[in-house]
Every structure is written in C-alpha cells, then in structure tokens.
C-alpha cells in the first residue's frame, strides 16, 4: 500500500517556475514507477511525466517537454517535478499516481494540487 501527497501547488505568473513534491509512504517506495499527472477544467486528467523506480528512465509528454523535469529521493520518499517557463495552459490540478512496474495502471493516487498560471 502506497500513500501519496502532493504539495507545492501555487499562483505563478506566465514564464515563472514552480516546484511540486510527492510525499510517498511505505518502505518499498523504490520499486514503484511515478507518474504525474494533470486535469484542466473541463478537460480530461492528460499525462505529464513519469519516472522508474530506480530514476534510470523519465518519460514527458509532447506538451511539457524541455520545460518540466521530474526527479526523486528514494531515501526520502519523494517525487518532484520541476516546472519551468510556465503557460497558462499549464493551469491544472497535478497528481502524483505510483504503480509497480509490472503493472500498467497505476493504483495509487494523491489528492492534487492547484496550479494557476496567470497570463
């Protein structure tokens, strides 16, 4: 069983920079792919990135590419995702999702956090 919470959430002007954290628990942490993902109004929850358990491989999507980086500290438990020049259209509830590797859907979600870019 994985626990996950999201923080980091803001205001940011257009072009700004923030940085979300996913608090995980359970002892197995490591062994677990996260992703984060990410739901606009009136839209439907879309991909951001994803990462293995060991950080070897990251994955983004088309839209956030060269921009966000995501990263984690198995010692501490934690996913980030860095995001830089940020868009309006970047405006969304983000989740932290984990699964095993060998699974294809992930069973664990945060709660998520607000993210409003302002033009």
């Known amino acids: 069983q994985v626990q996950l919470v999201e923080s980091g959430g803001g205001l940011v002007q257009g072009g700004g920079s923030l940085r979300l954290s996913c608090a995980a628990s359970?002892?197995?942490?490591?062994?677990?792919?996260v992703g984060w993902f990410r739901q606009a109004p009136g839209k439907e929850r879309e991909f951001v990135a994803s990462i293995s358990g060991g950080a070897s491989r990251t994955y983004y999507a088309d839209s956030v590419e060269g921009r966000f980086t995501i990263s984690r500290d198995n010692a501490g438990n934690t996913v980030y995702l860095q995001m830089n020049s940020l868009k309006p259209d970047d405006t969304a509830v983000y989740y932290c999702a984990a699964r095993r590797a060998a699974r294809s859907t992930y069973d664990y979600w945060g709660q998520g956090t607000q993210v409003t870019v302002s033009s």
């Open positions: 359970g002892r197995t942490f490591s062994s677990y792919v």
